[in-house]
Structures are given as structure tokens and as C-alpha cells.
């Protein structure tokens, strides 16, 4: 089965290839398509991540795997949130969005944090399958470590005593948001054995607003198009 990675980050394309390594699945890079990517204005990671793959499915006619993912810090009232990609601003870097957030926190004594991770696998004619993972840590004062990207240098795992940048890719996909999600997802994908849901319904426009926000882990198998039944 040909899957699109819906993502223009190369951090996590790395990683989700790394986590769905022992799939029966051939990924297939978005830069193999023409196409401008999505405007990100869901209000949960969920709709976001259901719309950039239900949008490169349409696009390339492939089904298609997205994931939205983030830094959730209560003490700031959950941001970055939906917007850690661009929290120092539009074209931010990493660099950017770290500075920005350990201002933020500066003088903050609660430094609790939680990555959240929603992948979602969407197949033309409107069937789509979701998958949650989170990882909960605190915010540094300060980077620590080099490996890894985003906000890693400064989320401290207790568990661990380091940072998810002072440890290997393979030990931060055995524990991250993004591993859990995917591994999930992984597992939904074998459960299909390579035969994938097939149907030539054209998807209405409105098929995303259907963005209620599956809570439970890994479970939401939903048709966006009237008459193509989830199993
Ligand atoms: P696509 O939309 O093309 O997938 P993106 O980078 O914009 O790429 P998101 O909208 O999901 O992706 O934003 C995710 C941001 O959250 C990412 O840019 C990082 O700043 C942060 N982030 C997500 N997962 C992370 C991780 O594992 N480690 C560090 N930071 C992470």
C-alpha cells in the first residue's frame, strides 16, 4: 500500500519513517507532488491533522497520513499549542520559538509541559483513521543537549532525568507523543491487512468540519462521506 506523508517538516519525517519502519507500507515524500500544503486553522490538532491529510488525499488521490503535534504548557494558558510551529512569529525557527517560550516562563515556578501528538490516515472516498499520543515533561530553564528538534532541548523528561535532545531518535520514539501515536497507527494499518477501504465517492466540501476531537486513543474510524461505513 502507497501512503503520502502529508508533512513538510523533515524532523518528523525522519522520525514517523523511523517509527513505521517494520510496516508493509511504501511512503511516498510530498515533494513528489505539486502541491502548496494546507492552511492550518483547525482549533484542535485533530481537525488540523484530519485536514492536511484529507486535503493530500484529494490532491494526489493516494490515502494520506498527516499528524499535528505541540507543545501544551498550562501556564500559558496551553500555548504554543497549535501554533508551537510558529509561536516566535511566521517563519520563526526552532531557535526562535524556544527563545520565545523560555521568555514566557521566565519567573514561572510551574514548568509543567506536554507534547501532544495526532496522526490521522485518510483514504480517498472519505474513510479515515485517527491515532493520539502525549508525553508529559517540564520546560528547562535553558536548551540542553543537541539531538532531536523543536522545543527537545528544553523538555525535561522525569522519568529519564535528561532532555528528549540528550538522547538517541530511538529512544525518544520509544517514549515520545509521536511514537506512541504512530505505533498506534501502525497498528491500526496492519489490522488492515494491505486491503485498504476503497470507495469513488467525491468528498463533499464540507468534510471537515466534522472536527470533533476523538479523545480516546486510537479508536475514531469514521466515514466523512455519507454511505461509505466505517468497520
Ligand atoms: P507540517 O504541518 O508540514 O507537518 P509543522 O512543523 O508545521 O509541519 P505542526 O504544525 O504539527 O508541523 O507543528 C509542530 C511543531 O510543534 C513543530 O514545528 C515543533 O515546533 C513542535 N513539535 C512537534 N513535535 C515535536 C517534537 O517531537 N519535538 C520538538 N518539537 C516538536
Given at each position: 500500500m502507497k501512503i503520502v506523508l502529508a508533512t513538510k517538516n523533515k524532523d518528523k519525517i525522519r522520525e514517523i519513517k523511523d517509527i513505521l519502519k517494520d510496516t508493509v507500507v511504501e511512503f511516498v515524500g510530498l515533494d513528489e507532488f505539486e502541491f502548496l500544503g494546507v492552511?492550518?486553522?483547525?482549533?484542535?490538532f485533530f481537525a488540523n491533522a484530519k485536514k492536511k491529510a484529507f486535503e493530500t488525499s484529494r490532491h494526489t488521490g493516494l490515502p494520506a497520513l498527516a499528524d499535528d503535534s505541540g507543545l501544551v504548557v498550562p501556564a500559558l494558558d496551553g500555548a504554543p499549542g497549535l501554533y508551537s510551529s510558529r509561536y516566535a512569529g511566521k517563519n520563526a525557527t526552532y531557535e526562535d520559538n524556544v527563545g520565545k517560550l523560555l521568555k514566557e516562563l521566565?519567573?514561572?515556578?510551574?514548568r509543567k509541559a506536554k507534547f501532544v501528538c495526532v496522526c490521522v490516515l485518510f483514504f480517498p472516498g472519505g474513510r479515515y483513521f485517527t491515532a493520539r499520543g502525549e508525553i508529559k515533561g517540564l520546560i528547562t530553564e535553558e536548551p540542553i543537549g543537541?539531538?532531536?528538534?523543536?522545543y527537545d532541548p528544553v523538555f525535561f523528561v522525569p522519568g529519564i532525568r535528561k532532555t528528549l535532545s540528550e538522547i538517541p531518535q530511538f529512544e525518544k520514539n520509544k517514549m515520545s507523543h509521536r511514537g506512541i501515536a504512530f505505533r498506534k497507527m501502525a497498528e491500526i494499518i496492519k489490522r488492515m491487512k494491505l486491503s485498504p477501504p476503497q470507495a469513488d465517492a467525491t468528498l463533499p466540501p464540507q468534510a471537515d468540519e466534522d472536527a470533533h476531537h476523538p479523545d480516546k486513543d486510537g479508536e475514531q474510524t469514521k466515514s466523512a462521506v455519507a454511505g461509505v461505513k466505517s468497520e
Open positions: 492552511v492550518e486553522d483547525g482549533k484542535t521566565t519567573g514561572k515556578t510551574d543537541r539531538a532531536g528538534f523543536g
